[in-house]
């Protein structure tokens, strides 16, 4: 049983907002900081199997007596965890900002994440291309190297334990099983030990982490990558054992991932990389030099072009609803360089896309929940949908969409695009394919198909936000961090 929303905690300073998930230790809540009116994430100390929650107070005790003792000691851990993970600054770590006790149990409080999981992303979008999982298991190797410069171990890396924002940042949650080493002793403390199935390597498995070895931490990572690359979680660490094998990545991954993943699945602890950055050299992603890297970069004269989310005209929606590739310039005089990215603000394009539910259907052949050719109207501008409908008649599932701006074919979700897909601009000139949501790119590559440059990255508003221009021969050509270019 979880508590109801409305409950107030610590004096009246958190109320509960809802319920989202529970483990078999603690239950996860949304709530609000009441005097700040901020959203926060709230983590209970609740082992189900033992506590007890009285229905009219929400007081937590134990079930019996014996198993009070273990009880207490693991509550005791996980303030003492909590505590120590507040010190943790990293923008890839969940920040930790309250802890305290109520209703006979512990509590701390959370920053809370507006996204989705790594796991929920692979639930509604299938696994993942490889540039895409490679870009989020940086993100998460960049904070486990952080987690690890403190004599500290995760101990529960997975795609559930990944969060992934608004702006396409990863964010490593759950430290419920962390565990901290001192230099001389070895294990300092511990709360309860992470054993998630093909995840969790066999010292883990065994009870074994008894000293300071981010090997444990590189297996976990290396599955996770493994999942993202195959939507299969691999064999548990006791199944491998007794002899079952991994399923080989799918056709067309590098060598290096491939090599890598393999390395961090290692049975043996000694055999794996001893540290990320050893696993990240095994990966093999440091850029290639640019041909000309003597160039200096003027930020400020970024042009951003935009077109018109109102405008009627097929002819105006067609020549600006598309990308293109940072231009860059060279001034011989100054040695400088400008870059000037003609990037279309796909607005027309989710302009159109914004469903005002048409009442015309027109040439409409329904079969259950698929149609063909079903007329739609967004602002104005007709379009022509294909693929799986809900009760309203709305897109939603995998379908078509054609539009005078271009072809987009993927998930829909309640007539908007959410999920894996890809546009064809009409001029054939663009090509973005990746993930969307609420109708606008998430995270993919965006290809100028005339010269072959393309972007690697997330967006924000449909616009490159971090991540990597690159030529046709995959040269590093221009870098973009918070929607801000620089020439390599």
């Keep these: 049983m979880n508590l109801p929303s409305n409950t107030l905690l610590h004096g009246g300073t958190y109320r509960i907002i809802r319920f989202i998930n529970s483990g078999g230790f603690g239950c996860t809540y949304e709530a609000e900081h009441v005097m700040l009116q901020k959203r926060v994430a709230i983590k209970e100390f609740f082992v189900k199997d033992f506590c007890n929650r009285d229905e009219t107070t929400s007081h937590v005790t134990v079930g019996t007596v014996s198993k009070k003792g273990l009880v207490e000691k693991l509550r005791k851990k996980f303030l003492d965890e909590a505590r120590a993970i507040c010190k943790l600054n990293h923008p890839g770590i969940v920040k930790v900002s309250d802890v305290f006790e109520d209703n006979g149990t512990a509590y701390f409080v959370m920053d809370y994440i507006d996204g989705q999981s790594l796991s929920d992303m ?23 190297k952080y987690v690890h410069s403190h004599n500290r171990l995760h101990l529960d890396v997975k795609p559930g334990n990944v969060m992934v924002d608004k702006q ?7 430290f419920g099983a962390s565990k901290q080493y001192d230099e001389v002793n070895g294990e300092n403390t511990s709360t309860l030990a992470g054993k998630t199935p093909g995840f969790a390597p066999p010292e883990q498995m065994g009870n074994d982490v008894v000293k300071f070895t981010p090997a444990t931490d590189i297996y976990a990572l290396g599955a996770t990558l493994y999942k993202l690359l195959t939507g299969i979680t691999p064999p548990s660490a006791t199944l491998r054992i007794s002899g079952e094998e991994l399923d080989p990545l799918p056709e067309g991954i590098s060598r290096d991932v491939v090599n890598a993943v393999n390395a961090a699945l290692k049975m043996n602890k000694k055999e794996r990389p001893q540290n990320i950055d050893e696993f990240l050299e095994l990966l093999n992603v440091k850029d290639i030099e640019p041909e000309d890297d003597n160039t200096v970069v003027d930020p400020s004269k970024i042009t951003v072009v935009k077109a018109n989310p109102n405008s009627n005209s097929k002819t105006k929606q067609k020549a600006k609803a598309k990308t293109t590739k940072p231009v860059v310039k060279k001034n011989k005089s100054s040695k400088k360089i400008n870059i000037f990215i003609a990037v279309a603000c796909i607005a027309v394009v989710i302009a159109i896309l914004k469903h005002n539910n048409a009442d ?6 329904e079969t259950g929940n698929y149609v063909e050719n079903q007329a739609e109207e967004y602002n104005g501008v007709e379009y022509t949908y294909t693929g ?8 939603d599932g995998d379908g078509k969409g054609v539009y005078p701006a271009g072809i987009y074919e993927g998930r829909y979700v309640n007539g908007s695009r959410d999920g894996k897909g890809k546009f064809n601009t009409s001029d054939g000139e663009n090509t973005y394919e990746g993930t969307f949501i609420d109708d606008k790119y998430n995270t993919g590559i965006l290809t100028s198909n005339s010269d072959g440059y393309y972007f690697k990255g997330s967006f924000v508003d449909d616009q490159p936000y971090e991540g990597t221009w690159y030529n046709k021969n995959g040269t590093v050509y221009a870098r973009v961090k918070k929607g801000d270019v620089a020439a390599e």
């Design 122 to 144: 692979l639930k509604r979008s299938g696994r993942m291309s490889e540039h895409q999982a490679v870009e989020y298991i940086l993100q998460v190797a960049d904070a486990l």
């Design 168 to 174: 396409g940042k990863a964010i490593l949650i759950d």
């Design 388 to 395: 799986n409908v809900n009760e309203k008649g709305l897109p």
């Design 360 to 365: 015309t259907i027109s040439n409409e052949e």
